[in-house]
């Protein structure tokens, strides 16, 4: 049986005042998912004492990206290491933010997830496709290279344990979520392409997931989680999410 895995991605939003008062309404009674939380980098270990109050045995923290190298004059980066010394159990790679905005490779995506594994945490990996690709039936084609991008680096063993997030772009902080069965299609693909290993992996949903949605894409067979944004910033909201799961 695989664990659901609820993982909240802030994003670039918060403050030291508002992970504070976030975890005061955060009432995770009755959920039996596991939930991650990953902060913007500065809010890191506010978040990692905060969780320590969070009468939950399955939180962990996660960050939002991390540098594919491991130390040395690389400035304004964060190592791996560094985010395994504040307690980081996950961490988010080839967010789709990230590959459009900040001109992330699927090469360089596969760096960092080689990165995060080698430091003994655990990547999310995001992917996901346009609009336009899903317009022309290239979905499969976009995601089937961004995960080979990172097996030709690292080997199909890489799947071994994984958490891979199906986002798609034109789902994202939109209100447009793919449908269950949309989704679901995505997921069934993505869990064969990896292989032997697929069983196992944890197969995420992320493209506004609200509480009023999360039932029924986690009805899915193949839909083991969500990576929610917008939804995640509002305690009630995203504790609703989890519960769902
Ligand atoms: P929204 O839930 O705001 O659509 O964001 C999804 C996402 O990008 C999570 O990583």
Redesign the pocket.
């Known amino acids: 049986m695989r664990k659901t895995l609820v993982a909240a ?1 802030w ?1 670039m939003n918060g403050s030291r005042e508002f992970a504070g008062e976030f975890f005061k309404a955060l009432d995770l009674s009755g959920v039996s998912a596991d939930v991650a939380f990953c902060p913007p980098f500065p809010y890191l270990s506010v978040v990692a004492d905060l969780l320590k109050q969070v009468g939950h045995q399955g939180v962990a923290l996660g960050a939002q990206n991390v540098s594919e190298r491991d130390a040395g004059a690389f400035t304004g980066e964060v190592s791996a290491a560094m985010l395994k010394d504040f307690d980081a159990r996950y961490v ?1 790679v080839g ?3 990230r590959r459009s905005l900040y001109g992330e490779s699927s090469e360089l995506v596969a760096r960092k997830y080689v990165a995060v594994r080698q430091a003994g945490l655990m990547p999310i990996l ?1 992917v996901g496709e346009t609009l336009e690709e899903r317009e022309a039936s290239r979905a499969l084609e976009v995601i089937g290279s961004q995960l080979n991008a990172v097996s030709e680096l690292a080997g199909e063993d890489c799947w071994h344990g994984a958490v891979v ?1 199906y ?1 798609p772009v034109w ?4 209100g447009k979520t793919a449908t269950p069965e949309q989704a679901q299609e995505v997921h069934e693909f993505i869990r064969k392409r990896l292989g032997a290993a697929g069983e196992q992996a944890q197969i995420l949903y ?4 609200k509480s009023a949605n999360a039932a029924s894409l986690f009805a899915q067979p193949d839909i083991d989680g969500a ?6 910033l509002d305690a009630g909201e995203f504790a609703g999410i989890c519960r769902a799961a």
């Open positions: 991605n994003k988010i967010h789709s933010e995001c997030a986002e789902a994202i902080g939109t992320g493209g506004s997931v990576l929610v944004g917008g939804a995640s």
